[in-house]
């Protein structure tokens, strides 16, 4: 598993219940992301996780034309990482969405604090296979998913382990088969701790 990462994508105050802009049931994704990090830092691998981080004035948001009311607006309590989410202090966090023009919605257009691109982190570290969970299914695990398929990663999407917003009726569904088609794989706990537990036993 060594050659495996997380990308933990967007759990955020502001995307769970309570926030400025919650995906239901966003925050039913914190246990379950929580026993896969515990998996993969077992297994030896990475854990990665990306934030919106978007300036007060952004396109992103309805006052600038944008789609959205304003969320995860830097330094603000509805910017941080849910308290429940239990990443380790060696966690790369990827930061995004963090000027006046940039979307943001996928963690290939973002950077670690030393400003390198997420796909160069992973290639450094090694990694071949990428498991991708969060918020939401729709948007930023999509557009996460569909961008590291483009670069040449295994891509394994987490069921168990995303929400999405449906704005549309049938946007969650449409996006999962996108993903699906583009070459994206899925899995749920059971079936990445049954991987664990095989690399374990063959060491």
Known sequence: MSDTALLIVDVQNDFCPGGALPVPEGDRVIPVINRYIEEILAGGGDIIASRDWHPPGTRHFRAAGGPWPPHCVQGTGGAAFHPRLELP??????????????DGYSAFDGTDPSAQPLADILRQRNVQKLLVGGLA???????S?????????TTVILLDAMRGIDL????VARALDEMIRAGARTA????????????????
């Open 89 to 102: 202090t060696r966690a790369v966090i990827i930061t995004k969405g963090d000027n006046s023009r940039d």
């Open 137 to 143: 299914t729709d948007y930023c695990v999509r557009a």
């Open 145 to 153: 998913t569909l961008d590291a398929l483009r670069h040449g990663f």
């Open 168 to 171: 549309k009726d049938g946007d």
């Open 188 to 203: 749920t706990l059971a079936s990445i701790a049954e991987e664990v537990e095989g690399a374990h036993g063959s060491r």
